[in-house]
């Protein structure tokens, strides 16, 4: 399962958790509120670990392109270097995009 569908699914998870603790709440069903709150915690808990591993690809992803780029600077292979750069800046854009 790739980390965006967990991410989604974590969503999905939060989203439904939070309806059936706002039931329970309005039922005065202590136990419903209860079972959707935790719901709730296991949906944000898979959503984050989903970032998380996002943020860290995206790290890996930016050294790598980090080390291509210098390599291509020390050899004078512009190519290289625009391809280590595009590596990098995309790693930190998918780190970027997985803080919130």
């Known amino acids: 399962m790739s ?5 989604s699914e974590g969503a999905a998870e939060k989203l ?3 309806i059936k603790g706002a039931v329970g709440k309005l039922l005065d ?3 419903m509120q209860a ?4 719901r709730e915690a296991e949906g944000r808990a898979k959503e984050e670990s989903a970032k998380a591993a996002e943020r860290t690809k995206g790290k890996v992803e930016e050294l790598a392109g980090a080390v291509k780029n210098r ?3 020390v050899i004078d292979n512009q190519q290289m270097q625009a391809e280590g ?3 990098e ?3 930190q854009a998918r780190q970027a995009a ?3």
């Open 29 to 31: 069903n202590d136990q």
């Open 89 to 91: 800046l995309k790693g």
């Open 35 to 38: 079972e959707g709150e935790a």
């Open 85 to 87: 750069k595009v590596k």
């Open 16 to 18: 439904g958790g939070k």
């Open 98 to 100: 997985n803080r919130r």
């Open 71 to 73: 390599v291509g600077a």
């Open 3 to 7: 980390n965006e569908s967990k991410r």
